[in-house]
């Protein structure tokens, strides 16, 4: 069965701060994807990043960055120099590659407040 | 390129009401997708439609819940009758199946509360 935990139900920093968001995944499938998105205060789902499963190079984004580890199956996600504006809620999915059914499963996703 | 469309944004509606959400998917999306979002948990799936048949319902209430989308753009989804459990924002997600891309699309979302 696919599983995503997302660890950490809230995180409070104050501006300026690094701040890691921890995804742990579990799925037997050997190909999948794994994606993160922001959820502000407005409900909508943002896409930030898609990783396939055989590509386990780190990306970086402006202030975003994210490390896909397959032998600890996980997917952590960094905001450097956080800002106000990156206050939401993130969530971490999963999704088999290939298949005809692409259900995402999703984590329970971070609540992630910055403090001015 | 515009965004998902959905509306409306927010109904409130009492326990044994119906209600019905709309959503316009990103122009040429052929695959969409309603999902319920729970206070304080992830979008989880009703329903996936590739153009105006359906690939997977087997999450949707059936007694309760129905969606369509008859022209393989627009989609509906109701509720008849609500209940209290159903509090929840709606979301309707899309795709493009073309260029191999896995990656859905999100609209704003409808927050319905039953009372």
Redo the contacts between chains.
């Keep these: 069965a696919q599983k995503?935990t997302q660890a950490q139900t809230e995180i409070s920093v104050v501006e300026k701060e690094d701040v890691t968001l921890d995804c742990v995944y579990e799925t037997r499938d050997t190909t999948y994807?794994l994606?993160w998105?922001k959820q502000p205060p407005?409900?909508?789902?943002?896409?930030l990043i898609?990783r396939n499963s055989f590509d386990e190079q780190n990306e970086i984004s402006g202030r975003y960055s994210w490390n896909f580890q397959k032998s600890t199956s996980s997917f952590n996600f960094t905001i450097t120099a956080s800002q106000v504006v990156d206050s939401a809620v993130y969530?971490c999915?999963l999704?088999a590659?290939g298949n005809?059914?692409?259900?995402?499963i999703?984590?329970?996703?971070t609540r992630l407040h910055i403090l001015p | 390129e515009a965004g998902v469309a959905q509306s409306p944004r927010y109904k409130i509606i009492e326990k044994r009401q119906s209600v019905a959400f709309w959503c316009n998917p990103i122009s040429g999306h052929a695959t969409l997708y309603w999902y319920q979002q729970i206070l304080g948990q992830g979008p989880k799936l009703l329903i996936q439609f590739q153009n105006n048949g359906v690939v997977d319902d087997s999450q949707l209430p059936k007694d309760r819940f129905s969606a369509e989308r008859l022209k393989g753009v627009d989609s509906t989804l109701k509720i008849q009758p609500a209940k209290l459990e159903d509090s929840a924002v709606y979301l309707c997600a899309s795709r493009s199946t073309s260029g191999g891309t896995d990656t859905q699309y999100f609209g704003p979302g409808t927050r319905l509360t039953v009372l």
Aim: aromatic share 24%; no cysteine; charged share 35%.
């Design positions: 995503v994807y994606f998105y407005s409900g909508e789902l943002v896409f898609r969530f999915a999704k590659a005809r059914d692409d259900k995402i999703f984590g329970k996703g």
